[in-house]
């Protein structure tokens, strides 16, 4: 195991958030917003909605919508429309300039993107509000040469005044994008399987009060710290190709590939939501992926589901493809979609 590092750091990602302060029933109804009834008319445009949803929130989320469902030029408009002139958006896997500052380095970001996989497009699912903090779950979809690819995406956004985003940071994995232009690439997953009975425990939920110990445990590589903690949640990650692990074996086996490919493991809290039915726990900072020279900026969302939740398991949202590919690689990559 590692020595944790967690204060100090000074990561060029930007300022690390303070762990938000979740709202509580009571909260919520002292300051005028009805926790079930906020945002209707954009419920129907997504699987769920929860949390404290203050008007600022439901603004963000019916543009976010809307630039899902937009197919015409407007669609590069429809999307800076999100952001306050000053914004920053995180983008992990990135050995240098993680950092996209202001309007337009982000016009000039989605353009890019566009231009190469034109019919991008999304759905939104699962939605967790907690006052300027957003997790907005989506369904990508793309057709990258010829091929149809789908996966799972959480949008993690910081609210100010009039619901624009003021700072965001995005975690999907990039690898399910590639694979059909790159059979070549590495599964690092591959082979990784249930063994033995399924858990039968289910431990209680995560608090944010456990975050510094599970931070611990994330740069400490101790796999065994994280997978005990959860017993009885199925695990949902990247690589499992829409499987879940439901052993202690199977989920240990998991995280061990995943520390095995990886050294100097710097991960900090960003920010913590709390809603019924799920806690989000979000991990950011660097790592060294195995055979590279240079850290690579890297980050995690943990989504618990509470007890009774939509499926009362522990999904893990990353990015793999920097874990198997580097920089000069991946660049060859996006090379293809040209």
């Keep these: 195991m590692k020595t944790t590092r967690l204060a100090g750091m000074g990561l060029a990602v930007g300022t690390v958030l303070a762990l938000c302060t979740i709202a509580s029933p009571a909260q919520a109804t002292e300051e005028g917003w009805d926790r079930a009834a906020g945002c209707a008319d954009a419920r129907a445009e997504v699987s769920s909605i929860s949390g ?11 543009r976010q919508i809307t630039f899902g469902k937009v197919t015409t030029p407007d669609r590069v408009g429809a999307y800076v429309d999100i952001w306050s002139k000053d914004a920053t958006l995180w983008e992990p896997a990135k050995a240098s300039a993680p950092l996209l500052q202001g309007e337009e380095a982000i016009r000039r970001s989605i353009s890019g993107t566009l231009s190469l ?3 991008f497009r999304f759905r939104g699912t699962r939605v967790a509000v907690n006052g300027p903090a957003v997790m907005f ?20 956004v ?52 456990e975050l510094v110990a599970r931070a611990k445990a994330w740069n400490n590589e101790d796999a065994q710290a994280l997978v005990a903690r959860l017993t009885g ?20 086996a998991y995280l061990n590939r995943f ?12 920010q913590a939501v709390k809603v019924n039915g799920a806690t989000y726990l979000e991990w950011h900072g660097t790592l060294l992926p195995k055979g590279q020279t240079d850290a690579i900026s890297f ?18 949202t990353f990015d793999q493809l920097p874990l198997v590919a580097d920089e000069a690689e991946i660049a060859e990559l996006y090379g293809r979609l040209r």
Excluded at 138 to 150: D, I, L, Y
Excluded at 184 to 205: C, H, I, K, Y
């Design 299 to 316: 980050g995690i969302v943990e989504r618990v589901d509470d007890t009774g939740g939509v499926s009362n398991g522990w999904t893990l």
């Design 233 to 252: 949640a199925p695990l949902s990650a990247p690589g499992l190709n829409g499987g879940t692990l439901r052993t202690t074996q199977g989920k240990l």
């Design 137 to 156: 779950e989506a369904r990508n979809e793309a057709t990258v040469k010829g091929h149809e690819v789908a996966y799972d995406a959480v949008y993690r």
């Design 158 to 209: 910081q609210l100010t005044d009039g619901g624009k985003v003021v700072q965001g940071r995005r975690y999907y994995d990039r690898h399910t994008l590639f694979r059909p232009l790159a059979p070549e690439l590495p599964d690092l997953f591959a082979g990784v399987a249930d063994g033995g009975t399924p858990d039968q425990v289910r431990r209680p939920v995560l608090g944010p009060d």
């Design 117 to 119: 996989i034109p019919d």
């Design 52 to 62: 404290w949803v203050s008007p600022n929130a439901c603004t963000f989320i019916k």
């Design 259 to 270: 520390f095995a490919q990886v050294s100097d493991v710097r991960l900090e809290p960003g």
